[in-house]
């Protein structure tokens, strides 16, 4: 046979595979049997049209499955299936899931916590927050680990009275998201736990503080002073990382206390 004819039909049956894989793609979720399956009793189907929710996305006809997967989370579900639940609701992002979510965090099991900790996380609003807040004094540490930084990435100032809390407990997680939420005021929380807990954890924190634009300079200048009067070589390192990522439009006055206190440390131990 013509070389030529077999080229030609390798390259008619490439485009139609092509086509194929484009026109699956672009299929649309049928969410009426999507549902059905996720409300019924067959585990393997319910994990599927949980899949095909999440692969649909927020934005192709995932969000109409969020009713009936917080329907089906209300009536439980196998602990497999109950973490793809909230996973496939955390990457929907949908707010309505959020009371279900909150529910789970009463989990016995840390991973399905886990799993709802992330949820709340990625919906937002007030109600995750609540629950964001509740989940700080989770035992497992992965649990409110993952709790205090949602926390920070939520802009949530009125959890900061409980990252406080979580902080002085152990929750390290919670520096951060303190020095990124707190005010002029609540600032100070972190300063007056410089000397008690270890510096590699309030200096996430205080990092935090140092490169928010809505800080005010002397607020700023409070931490680098005190940073500078633990006249160790680790506050030294600490100040000039900070020196070097200051932007070129940046405070000169916070610039010149960073410069002057980095060399008062020089030979600093």
Request: some cysteine; proline content about 4%.
């Given at each position: ?36 399956a ?8 319910i994990g599927?049209?949980?899949d095909r929710?999440?692969?649909?996305g927020k934005?192709?006809?995932?969000q ?10 209300e ?23 959020a009371?279900?979510?909150e529910?789970?965090l009463?989990?016995?099991d ?5 799993a709802?900790?992330n ?10 927050v609540?629950?964001?807040?509740t989940?700080l004094g989770?035992?497992?540490p ?11 990435a939520?802009?949530?100032p ?5 990252l406080?809390i ?10 951060a ?15 007056e ?14 990092q ?18 005190a940073?500078?009067r633990?006249q160790?070589?680790?506050?030294r390192?600490?100040?000039q990382?900070?020196r ?6 940046g ?13 008062s440390l020089?030979?600093?131990?």
């Amino acid at each position: 046979m013509d070389k030529r004819l077999l080229g030609a039909g390798a390259l008619a049956l490439t485009i139609l595979g092509a086509t194929t894989s484009s026109a699956q793609k672009g299929a649309r979720l049928d969410a009426k049997e999507a549902a059905a399956a996720i409300l019924g009793n067959q585990p393997a189907k319910i994990g599927e049209a949980i899949d095909r929710a999440r692969a649909a996305g927020k934005d192709g006809g995932g969000q109409a499955l969020v009713p009936a997967i917080v329907k089906r989370l209300e009536r439980g579900l196998p602990k497999d299936l109950l973490k793809k639940a909230l996973e496939t609701l955390a990457a929907l992002e949908n707010p309505a899931a959020a009371d279900v979510a909150e529910q789970y965090l009463a989990h016995r099991d840390a991973d399905v916590r886990i799993a709802a900790v992330n949820c709340l996380g990625a919906v937002k609003g007030p109600i995750a927050v609540r629950g964001l807040r509740t989940a700080l004094g989770d035992l497992d540490p992965r649990v409110h680990a993952l709790a205090a930084t949602h926390l920070g990435a939520l802009k949530a100032p009125e959890a900061i009275p409980d990252l406080v809390i979580a902080l002085d407990k152990g929750v390290n997680e919670a520096a951060a998201s303190i020095g990124m939420l707190c005010d002029a005021k609540s600032c100070d929380e972190l300063l007056e736990r410089l000397a008690s807990r270890p510096f590699d954890v309030i200096s996430s924190g205080i990092q935090q503080v140092v490169a928010r634009a809505n800080v005010p300079d002397e607020v700023k200048l409070k931490f680098v002073h005190a940073v500078q009067r633990l006249q160790t070589r680790k506050a030294r390192d600490f100040l000039q990382d900070l020196r070097n990522a200051w932007p070129k439009g940046g405070s000169k006055t916070v610039e010149k206390s960073l410069d002057d206190a980095i060399k008062s440390l020089e030979g600093a131990k």
